[in-house]
């Protein structure tokens, strides 16, 4: 196992919050609204700005382009810096979203996505669970958690419980948590938001 920082493993020891739990929705573009149109051409091709409901009616908001997905969430998300990230490899994302809520308030996201990660055989994928904060004008990726990583819904969730809140985006650098063997660096562009 890849060595993890000692504050890491502090919290991923400890059980998740009594008054923490997880609610699903299900991640379905063709039920969603188009806000901007599909681009083609020169600029290579996107899907728009597509908006769809979440939990308790929050924005979900997703683009594509370069065969690469951009998710965020909240009022404003299309101007959040979790709408500027994404892997470095060609990407999709999961067709349901893990809200997990703290006391009955959703705190952060985990939400699926199967990445390429080699650049000879875009076949050649590996699953990853991203956790992303809600904290309005803070909505990024906290962390990573490999999908192949034993027991990574339930890791996701500690990091999400233990991390998201406090967590700032322009200042922090997001978690990974993989397996012995899989690289993580350059994997995601995930200090876009970073000052």
């Not at 979440?54 to 951009?70: C, K, M, N, Q, T």
């Amino acid at each position: 196992m890849r060595a993890l920082p000692l504050f890491l493993l502090a919290f991923l020891a400890t059980p998740a919050s009594a008054g923490n739990a997880s609610t699903y929705t299900d991640f379905d573009l063709k039920a969603c609204k188009q806000l901007t149109p599909a681009t083609s051409g020169d600029e290579g091709e996107g899907s728009g700005t597509i908006e769809c409901k979440g939990h308790a009616g929050i924005p979900v908001y997703f683009a594509e382009g370069d065969l690469r997905s951009l998710v965020s969430f909240g009022k404003g998300g299309e101007d959040a810096c979790a709408f500027h990230q994404t892997f470095s490899g060609f990407n999709s994302v999961g067709n349901k979203i893990e809200w997990r809520l703290k006391n009955g308030k959703p705190i952060a996201t985990i939400l699926r996505w199967t990445v390429s990660y080699d650049s000879e055989d875009s076949s050649k994928t590996k699953t990853w669970l991203v956790v992303t904060s809600l904290a309005r004008g803070n909505t990024c990726h906290v962390g990573y958690v490999e999908g192949a990583y034993p027991n990574a819904n339930e890791e996701a969730r500690k990091l999400a419980d233990s991390y998201a809140e406090g967590f700032k985006c322009t200042t922090a650098k997001p978690v990974y948590i993989a397996n012995a063997g899989t690289p993580t660096e350059n994997i995601a562009s995930d200090d876009v938001c970073r000052e």
